[in-house]
Each structure stands twice: as C-alpha cells, then as structure tokens.
C-alpha cells in the first residue's frame, strides 16, 4: 500500500476539516512564541515551527475536543499547549542527538549554538505551561505536566539503555512511551477531559494516542535501516551511527549467536564503528527477519489505535483518525 493510495493523506483531510481552529493555533503560537527582549526565541522557535511540521499533534486535540462536542475556546490553548512541549523536546533532542539535520533542513543547533536551542527549548516549556495554566482545568495540567516529565524520563532513560545490549523490548517499549507516545496520549486525551467527556471516551482517547504513538515511533525506527532519506529527512543508518539500540536491534540481538553479539557489542557498545558495518548491520536484521517482526509490531500498534476509536462515535473525523493509524504505517511500504 503506498502513500499515495492511502484516503488522500488523512493528515492533510484533517488539516481541512480543522482549518478555522489550527488558524487559530497557528496565530497562537507566533503572538505567545514571542519575546519582547530576547529576539533569537522567536527567530529559533519560527526556524522550527514554520519548517513544513504536520502539526500533527495539535490536530489530535482539536479533533478530540471537537469529537467529543467542545464548544468553547481552550481547545485552541491546548493545541497550542501540545506544538510547544514538541517544538521544545525537538530543539533538545537535536542537541544531545548532535543532530545537523531535521525535516530536510539544518536544526537549530547547527544555525545558532547548543545554547541557543537549549534556552529556547526552556522558554518555550514555561510559555506551554502558561498556556495550559489559562484553561482553568487542574486536571489538563496535571495530564500534561505528568506527560512533560515522562518525555524527559524517557529521553534519559534512553541515554542509559540506548548502547546497552541488556536492553530488551520491555525497557525499549517503556522508553518510546516516553519519549513519543507521552504527548500523543496527553494530547488526544485533553481534547476529551476539556470537553468534559465521559470517563470511558476518555480513557478511548488516551489508548488511541497511545497506540498511535508507540507504531509512529516503531516506524521511525525501522525506516532508519530500510527508509528512502529524500522521504525521511534523514539519512538512513543515522540511528546505527548514533548507536541507538531501536527494536530492529534489539530483535536481532535477542537472536544472534556470539560472533554476531560480538559485532554488537562493538559496533553500538564500544562505537567502534567501520566501512560496511552498516551493510553487515542490515543483513544480520534480514537473516533473523527483525525488519519484519518490527513491521509486524507496528501494524499490531496501529490496530490497536483503531481499536481504541470503536468507543466514539461514528464521524468524519473518527474516520481520519482511523486512516492516519493506516497512513502511519503505510510509511512503510
């Protein structure tokens, strides 16, 4: 299945069907993105903001407000709210990644400095939390300050376990529910709590975010070895360099005998890394079939996301989300 061919890009149908609500997001953003004495945030956060991103994430929350019949005007603070949590993870993450490139363009970090990103990335956190704190709603802020500190739990746990080949698929599982599933899960869940849904829609709205989160990430993971980097925006191989233990990995060290754990051991342990270890790298997945258990992963992933949405009711937008649960995966084809 080709991405072509899956329902015209259901992000781009959402885009559509929300677009009066993300232009309020978009206005948002760029009023509270803004700094009357520190120039370089808004020069930074607009690098980022504005360079062709989805918005993926704020549409969740504008489609489960509107899902679950929101009526009122927090929904827009809260997309906001979400774009900024992620806007800031990105320009950190760039930085420990010592990362040159992000969607196809040079990151943050390589225009200005480290320090630039990392003070950005702090001011935009404050600036979500004042947004969030404008609602009203305890509860939102509760969601999304637990999810802000599950993303930074998770980053660092990955720091830990990302080079170590104990690292199985419990720890990478409870890692990728940090690092991404955490704000796919807060940001489809407030969209249902400022509505004030029924608890059972609500907890619907949590597992799809959830779910979605964990294929989007497990996908992003097995395109780095077998992914096109025109489509990408990164080179393939870039997570094999950086020595980041991901689920093709992990697969096929849980299976390797031990001339082929020792090729682990040095090439993400040790980081002694040399011309062709890539290629060997892809092949040793191919032979224990890693690629395709982890494929395998992610469609059970993307079921479950749709699964979660049988709770709602029927609607155009239930619908989009359905087939962004397919697009997700579709990547892979």
Same mark, same amino acid.
């Given at each position: 299945m080709s991405l072509d061919h899956v329902a015209a890009k259901p992000h781009e149908r959402l885009a559509t069907a929300l677009s009066a609500e993300l232009a309020e997001v978009n206005t948002l953003i760029r009023v509270r993105m803004a700094s009357k004495h520190a120039p370089r945030i808004p020069e930074v956060t607009a690098h980022l903001v504005e360079a062709g991103g989805k918005r993926?994430?704020?549409?969740?929350?504008?489609?489960a407000a509107r899902m679950c019949g929101y009526d009122g005007p927090f929904h827009v603070h809260l997309?906001?709210?979400?774009?900024f949590i992620h806007t800031a993870t990105l320009l950190h993450d760039d930085v420990v990644d010592e990362s040159g490139q992000r969607r196809g363009r040079p990151t943050a970090n390589l225009l200005w400095d480290n320090k630039s990103s990392v003070l950005v990335g702090d001011y935009l956190f404050a600036r979500s939390f004042q947004l969030m704190v404008?609602?009203? +709603?305890?509860?939102?802020?509760?969601?999304?300050?637990?999810?802000?500190?599950? *993303? $930074?739990?998770?980053? %660092?746990?990955? &720091?830990s376990a990302a080079r170590d080949l104990r690292t199985d698929e419990a720890i990478y599982l409870q890692i990728v529910r940090g690092k991404t599933a955490a704000l796919f899960s807060a940001a489809t869940e407030v969209g249902?709590?400022?509505?004030?849904?029924?608890? +059972?829609?609500?907890?619907?709205?949590?597992?799809?975010?959830?779910?979605?989160? *964990? $294929?989007?990430?497990? %996908?992003?993971? &097995?395109?780095?070895?077998?992914?096109?980097s025109k489509a990408t925006g990164k080179n393939v191989g870039d997570d094999f360099r950086e020595r980041k233990l991901t689920l093709p990995v992990i697969k096929a060290v849980a299976?390797?005998?031990?001339?082929?754990?020792a090729f682990w051991?040095?090439?993400?342990?040790?980081?002694?890394?040399?011309?062709?270890?890539?290629?060997?790298?892809i092949s040793l997945l191919n032979h224990?079939?890693?690629?395709?258990?982890?494929?395998?992963?992610?469609?059970?992933?993307?079921?479950?996301?749709?699964?979660?949405?049988?709770?709602?009711?029927?609607?155009?937008?239930?619908?989009?989300?359905?087939d962004l649960a397919d697009y997700v995966v579709a990547r892979l084809s």
């Open positions: 993926l994430r704020p549409m969740l929350t504008l489609a997309a906001a709210t979400v774009e404008e609602t009203g +709603s305890l509860r939102v802020l509760d969601i999304l300050a637990n999810a802000s500190a599950t *993303i $930074a739990e998770g980053e %660092v746990l990955q &720091l249902g709590v400022i509505a004030n849904a029924e608890e +059972s829609v609500i907890r619907s709205l949590f597992d799809y975010g959830d779910a979605l989160g *964990i $294929a989007f990430q497990i %996908v992003d993971d &097995l395109l780095d070895y077998q992914g096109d299976k390797a005998e031990a001339t082929e754990r051991s040095r090439v993400i342990e040790r980081g002694k890394q040399e011309d062709g270890d890539l290629e060997h790298a224990h079939g890693a690629l395709e258990e982890t494929r395998q992963d992610a469609l059970t992933w993307s079921a479950n996301a749709k699964a979660a949405l049988q709770a709602l009711p029927a609607s155009d937008l239930r619908d989009m989300l359905t």
